[in-house]
């Protein structure tokens, strides 16, 4: 499934102030999206996409935004453009994005992606779009749940 939001949606929007104090990552879930969409938690499953416009992710630089995402299931996040410390959190929390600069994805469109490549087929409209591949080291750093995994794995990391 996919949920598809405009432009601007910032980390306030994506989970609320109030709820960032928490360790309880399944906290986060339960209120992600809920002041721009509260029926978002009840009907977000495992591998679903949020679609979105300009500046996804703008705002505060927490951490728990993208984690909140992820935590209640999204599978990558498609935007025209990102704030870039959003990005980078992202990454580091393993979420995968896909910056598209145009695309009309809706949320009745049956999506498949491809983050090597950076291809995104929208089968519903029999439409592909190319978003740019993203490093190597940064699929790495997905495939292997977050920064801090891959470092670990890597023998980089020191607890």
């Given at each position: ?79 025209r453009t990102f ?77």
């Open positions: 499934m996919v949920f598809s939001y405009g432009d601007n949606i910032d980390t306030d929007r994506i989970i609320p102030g109030k709820y960032t104090k928490t360790l309880d990552m399944s906290q986060l879930a339960a209120h992600v999206l809920e002041d721009l969409d509260p029926a978002f938690k009840d009907t977000v499953r495992q591998g679903d996409v949020v679609a979105a416009g300009f500046n996804f992710g703008c705002g505060s630089s927490r951490e728990q935004a993208p984690i909140a995402l992820k935590m209640a299931g999204v599978a990558v996040v498609i935007a704030a870039r410390i959003f990005y980078r959190n992202a990454i580091n929390v393993g979420l995968p994005l896909l910056e598209i600069r145009e695309h009309d994805i809706a949320p009745a469109d049956s999506l498949t992606y491809d983050l090597k490549t950076g291809q995104v087929t929208n089968h519903t409209k029999q439409k592909t779009y190319q978003a740019a591949p993203m490093p190597q080291v940064m699929i790495d750093i997905l495939n292997e749940g977050g920064l801090v995994a891959y470092l670990k794995k890597n023998g980089d990391y020191k607890i």
